[in-house]
T-cell receptor, first 112, second 115 residues
Framework: EDQVTQSPEALRLQEGESSSLNCSYT??????LFWYRQDPGKGPEFLFT???AGEEKEKERLKATLTKKESFLHITAPKPEDSATYLC?????????????FGQGTRLTINP | NAGVMQNPRHLVRRRGQEARLRCSPM?????VYWYRQLPEEGLKFMVY????????ESGMPKERFSAEFPKEGPSILRIQQVVRGDSAAYFC?????????????FGSGTRLTVV
């Protein structure tokens, strides 16, 4: 069964303090790994899709990387507006490419 | 481009009543997915539909839950005889193709409260 584990559950940083969020996964055959941002009371907002080990993608202060067992979301010099829950999800190319299996999320708080 | 539209945003039902949640996919998207987010839990897949067809309902509870995506109109997630444990946020997502090659876009969700 596909599994996604995110750590830490919650992370509190000072503005400008860089850090990384972890997403460990177990999947039959990875078709894609997705990162989403979710603000309170809203739906997930797409950030990145990674497809193969070694791939990296960047968007503003965020950079996502992928290995065969985990993905990292690096946040460089974060600002208070980066506060949100960050969700990781995998898409299984063997068991069914039509659904995403999500982790529990990391709740990130950036203090000014 | 209005994105994925879900309504209502909030829904309160008494135990035993029916709940109907609606989802209009993004323009040009013909694949619809429903996910449920229970309090303090992650998003869980429920069902995948194309127009007039249920493709994968492996995540749907066997009783009381049903989904449809008619030829005309929005996709509907229907919960009959709701119980307190059905209280959750229900999200709809849509994509251009079934594999989400161009990504999945989520709506803002319907928050169901059963009292």
């Amino acid at each position: 069964e596909d599994q996604v584990t995110q750590s830490p559950e919650a992370l509190r940083l000072q503005e400008g303090e860089s850090s990384s969020l972890n997403c460990s996964y177990t999947v039959s055959g990875l078709r894609g790994l997705f990162w989403y941002r979710q603000d309170p009371g809203k739906g997930p907002e797409f950030l990145f899709t990674l497809y193969s080990a070694g791939e990296e993608k960047e968007k503003e202060r965020l950079k996502a990387t992928l290995t065969k067992k985990e993905s990292f979301l690096h946040i460089t010099a974060p600002k208070p507006e980066d506060s949100a829950t960050y969700l990781c999800a995998v898409q299984d190319g063997v068991a069914g490419a039509q659904k995403l299996v999500f982790g529990q999320g990391t709740r990130l708080t950036i203090n000014p | 481009n209005a994105g994925v539209m879900q309504n209502p945003r909030h829904l309160v039902r008494r135990r035993g009543q029916e709940a109907r949640l609606r989802c209009s996919p993004m323009k040009g998207h013909s694949h619809v997915y429903w996910y449920r987010q229970l309090p303090e839990e992650g998003l869980k897949f429920m069902v995948y539909l194309q127009k007039e067809n249920i493709i994968d309902e492996s995540g749907m509870p066997k009783e009381r839950f049903s989904a449809e995506f008619p030829k005309e109109g929005p996709s509907i997630l229907r919960i009959q005889q709701v119980v307190r444990g059905d209280s959750a946020a229900y999200f709809c997502a849509s994509s251009v193709d079934h594999g989400g090659s161009y990504g999945y876009t989520f709506g803002s969700g319907t928050r169901l409260t059963v009292v």
